[in-house]
């Protein structure tokens, strides 16, 4: 026995209001992680392969003086073997004769102070004598492969990267998850649906157990 019209429409407009649903989400969730998926399949490329693509790291080396004034702020006291950041003025003048961007915490010995200055794609350090303010510092590049292989890490990115990887990450997940409701509602009309995701599962799970010891 059929059910009355109005059951019917009210079921087609339900459902209609769904698959729009589904719709509205999909594309907003691909446009959002469109650029993020394609960097991050780009470098899982290039970290699969890290050996046949890696660069040649350059490392440039800087040195100065300390002024006299600035000497003073840094001068051997008795809080030696201490972790704390720069003084401002200090780091500015590092900033600005060093090229060095020196924030965050430095270590604080009697005789030096070392400041790491890790970053994507690179590293550097900043080593201040509290004697005599000679200040030295490394920077080195290993290239921009390097640099977006960090990025795909979370290596030395910081917060707001971190942040962008969680968003990025829940977008893929509502991409991936109203593709999947998207495909059961159409699979009816495409028989190999299944079988393709069946697959898409079967396939890494055979590698895993044959293959990864």
Known sequence: MHAPVHLQQQKKKKKTFWLK???????????????????FAFTGITLNHAADVEGSPQTVEKSATLPAPLLKQ?????????KKALPAPVAAWVEKEIGARAAGDAE?????????????????????????????????????????????????????WKWFIDIFAVACFVFAMTGLLLLQLHAAKRPST????????????????????
């Open 194 to 213: 299944w079988p393709l995701v069946g697959a898409g599962l079967i396939i890494p799970t055979l590698l895993i157990l044959l293959f990864l010891h």
């Open 74 to 82: 840094v001068a051997p006291d008795d809080q030696a073997d201490s």
């Open 108 to 160: 604080w010995s009697a005789d030096e102070i070392y400041l790491a200055l890790p970053r994507p794609g690179g590293d550097g350090w900043v080593s201040i004598d509290r004697q005599s303010g000679a200040v030295t510092s490394e920077s080195t590049s290993r290239g921009w492969i390097s640099y977006l292989n960090d990025l795909h890490k979370g290596r030395n990115t910081g917060t707001a």
């Open 21 to 39: 649903q589904l719709h509205s989400w999909h594309w907003i969730s691909s446009a959002i992680s469109l650029i993020g998926l394609l960097l």
